[in-house]
Every structure is written in structure tokens, then in C-alpha cells.
Nanobody, 116 residues
Framework: QVQLVESGGGLVQPGGSLRLSCVTSGFTFGNVAMRWYRQAPGKERELVAT????????TYADSVKGRFTISRDNGKNTVYLQMNSLKPEDTAVYYCNARIWPTGYWGQGTQVTVSS
């Protein structure tokens, strides 16, 4: 079955960095575009970044452009989110997502807290 397992979250001071990982299994990873979403308390889940199946194209939410980088290693079935210059407003649970028609699959999420 499809599984997505995020890790790498934690508590970081403003201006700091974190690298999230999402290890996947149960599907042909190299055939699927991958996404990172986040959900802050009391807010809707929002799309943060997308990477195509081959990794050749990426897109970002305006709020994270220039600070976050999505990447993938198809040999390791893993997608990453490098987050730099973190701000308190980046505090949220971060989820990776795979859309494998007709279903969207989610991991359990990893908490990122940016606070001094």
C-alpha cells in the first residue's frame, strides 16, 4: 500500500533552517509529481511547493519563494523541503502529498515551530 512518512520537523528560531524529508513506498515514485502542504492552527491547508516527477520543474507559494527549495531523489523514493530564513508565520504541520489517480495520499505530517 502507499505510504508517505515525513520527518525533520522541530523547533527552530526565526532565521533558522530545517530540512524536511518524506520517504515513500508502495508506488512508482519516479512517475508521480510530489507536493508539500502545510496547515497552521485555525487555517486551511495550503500548497507550499510542487516538483514534477523528474524533478525538472518546481513551483512555490509566493509566501515561501526564495526561502524554500523542494527537491527529490528518485533513487531513494524521497522528496525534500529545505526551509531557510524561517519566520514565525511558517509555523505549521507540514505534509507531503502524492496524487495517484484517482486518490490523493498524505503522510502523517511533521510539526515545524518557529519561535524564539
Amino acid at each position: 500500500q502507499v505510504q508517505l512518512v515525513e520527518s525533520g520537523g522541530g523547533l527552530v528560531q526565526p532565521g533558522g533552517s530545517l530540512r524536511l524529508s518524506c520517504v515513500t513506498s508502495g508506488f512508482t515514485f519516479g512517475n508521480v509529481a510530489m507536493r508539500w502542504y502545510r496547515q497552521a492552527p485555525g487555517k486551511e491547508r495550503e500548497l507550499v511547493a510542487t516538483i514534477t516527477n523528474g524533478g525538472g520543474s518546481t513551483t512555490y507559494a509566493d509566501s515561501v519563494k526564495g526561502r524554500f527549495t523542494i527537491s527529490r531523489d528518485n533513487g531513494k523514493n524521497t522528496v525534500y523541503l529545505q526551509m531557510n530564513s524561517l519566520k514565525p508565520e511558517d509555523t505549521a504541520v507540514y505534509y507531503c502529498n502524492a496524487r495517484i489517480w484517482p486518490t490523493g495520499y498524505w503522510g502523517q505530517g511533521t510539526q515545524v515551530t518557529v519561535s524564539s
